[in-house]
């Protein structure tokens, strides 16, 4: 994927961030070129090397297209889960490892259904927590609203409540 200066990235690991400069550094003797990225929650600089940056999963913000599958995963129906919590937990840690902003949105839904209907435990709560920041962060960006919005636009779609009129996220669609 093509990348630019000045333009807003997901990086899996730090969320949300601008591509400040594209540089190059001379390592072992090989010229690199790299991307200076500005986290926007921490405003921590990285570097990462312009032929790494799809391995290591930097993308493009989402697109309406790509939100509106987004939006598709958080309303669909719970797929089975387990039952054990500990296991429930160690299956939602790999899924969220893996980075993808649709899974980390499938793994908000199941829980947040589950602590609506059961609870969870203290780590699912947490981890609950931990997973909702960059999907809010996503949603954010890619519908440009603020993160209170952002965080009652995933909330309706967890929900299917749309109570409060159009919301931005069928806007965007």
Same mark, same amino acid.
């Given at each position: 994927?093509?990348?630019?200066?000045?333009?807003?990235?997901?990086y899996p690991?730090?969320?949300?961030?601008?591509?400040?400069?594209?540089?190059s550094? $001379?390592?072992?003797?090989?010229?690199?070129?790299?991307?200076?990225?500005?986290?926007? /929650?921490? %405003? =921590? !600089?990285?570097?990462?090397?312009?032929?790494?940056?799809d391995?290591?999963?930097?993308?493009?913000?989402?697109?309406?297209?790509?939100?509106t599958?987004?939006?598709d995963?958080?309303?669909?129906p719970?797929?089975?889960?387990?039952?054990?919590?500990s296991?429930?937990?160690?299956?939602?840690?790999e899924?969220?490892?893996?980075?993808?902003i $649709?899974?980390?949105?499938?793994?908000?839904?199941?829980?947040?259904?589950?602590?609506? /209907?059961? %609870? =969870? !435990?203290?780590?699912?709560?947490?981890?609950?927590?931990?997973?909702?920041?960059?999907?809010?962060?996503?949603i954010?960006?890619?519908?440009?609203?603020?993160?209170?919005?952002?965080?009652r636009?995933?909330?309706e779609?967890l929900?299917?409540?749309?109570?409060?009129?159009?919301?931005?996220?069928?806007?965007?669609?």
């Open positions: 994927m093509q990348f630019s200066e000045g333009q807003t990235v997901v690991h730090h969320g949300p961030a601008t591509i400040t400069s594209i540089f550094r $001379v390592v072992k003797g090989v010229e690199i070129q790299y991307f200076k990225l500005e986290v926007h /929650d921490s %405003g =921590l !600089s990285v570097s990462v090397p312009v032929a790494s940056a391995k290591v999963g930097m993308r493009a913000v989402l697109d309406s297209t790509e939100m599958a987004l939006f995963v958080l309303r669909a719970t797929l089975d889960e387990e039952t054990k919590w296991r429930r937990m160690k299956d939602n840690q899924k969220l490892r893996v980075g993808d $649709v899974t980390v949105a499938s793994v908000v839904r199941d829980l947040t259904r589950r602590n609506d /209907d059961k %609870g =969870l !435990s203290l780590a699912e709560r947490d981890l609950l927590r931990h997973a909702q920041r960059p999907l809010v962060t996503e954010a960006l890619a519908l440009g609203v603020d993160y209170d919005t952002a965080e636009e995933l909330h779609a929900t299917g409540d749309t109570a409060s009129g159009s919301s931005a996220a069928t806007a965007a669609a």
